[in-house]
């Protein structure tokens, strides 16, 4: 929400004009979907709209399913081989920082990956920064702790993650894209509270990882 938003809302509203939203990322049952004063909310699927009606959404939701995620299963896909995990090819996909999982959050994945790279440097690592997230720092980050081997993607870099041998994130959708390109998924959070993609972990698309040791 923002008050922009808000204002244009309350206009339709006013107006008696039909508003909508588009879901655009993960949504899980949260207070600031609730009493939303949109009309319909397009959701993916049955279980985003239980989650917004858990929410006290207060408005209808219509599921449609998701076409980009759609376009992928018809793409050719190359399975990660993982024969020599000494040697494999990583991409760090992080979070914004500016959603339900804070700035914090993403600062701790990073220095637990690139503590992992630096102690298996026959791998490689790419970074790849959220387009809303900051830049600047993830560039600092890896600058100040003298990783000259990490490579960092600009935003405008087309992701192709058949380039790949394991994907780590945190609570993105790309573990859904990830997941559909086969490629082994690792979440990195500071706790089990933080956590909002449980599925990868309960269908086993993904391992759930804490700390480097578990990493």
């Known amino acids: 929400k923002t008050d922009k938003l808000e204002c244009s809302y309350a206009v339709c509203n006013e107006k008696r004009i039909e508003s909508l939203a588009i879901q655009h990322g993960l949504i899980k049952k949260n207070l600031k979907y609730t009493s939303l004063p949109v009309s319909n909310y397009l959701v993916w699927s049955d279980k985003f709209e239980n989650e917004l009606s858990e929410s006290y959404a207060g408005c209808k939701c219509t599921p449609i399913g998701c076409a980009y995620f759609d376009q992928h299963f018809t793409s ?24 339900q999982t804070p700035m914090t959050e993403v600062v701790f994945a990073f220095h637990i990956c690139l503590k992992y790279i630096k102690e298996h440097n026959d791998c490689e690592l790419t970074i790849k920064p959220h387009p809303g997230g900051d830049y600047e720092l993830i560039k600092k980050l890896i600058t100040e702790n003298e990783y000259p081997s990490v490579k960092l993607l600009d935003n405008d870099v087309e992701l192709d993650l058949d380039r790949y041998d394991i994907v ?26 933080m956590l909002m993609v449980a599925d990868y972990i309960n269908y086993k698309i993904g391992e759930f990882v804490t700390s480097y040791e578990e990493m």
């Not at 050719?76 to 959603?99: A, M, Q």
């Open 168 to 193: 780590v994130t945190m609570n993105s959708t790309i573990g859904i894209e990830s997941a559909i390109y086969r490629k082994p998924i690792i979440v990195i959070l500071s706790s089990m509270k």
């Open 76 to 99: 050719k896909k190359n399975k990660s081989d993982l024969s020599d995990i000494n040697h494999c090819n990583i991409i760090f996909l992080p979070v914004s920082g500016y959603s």
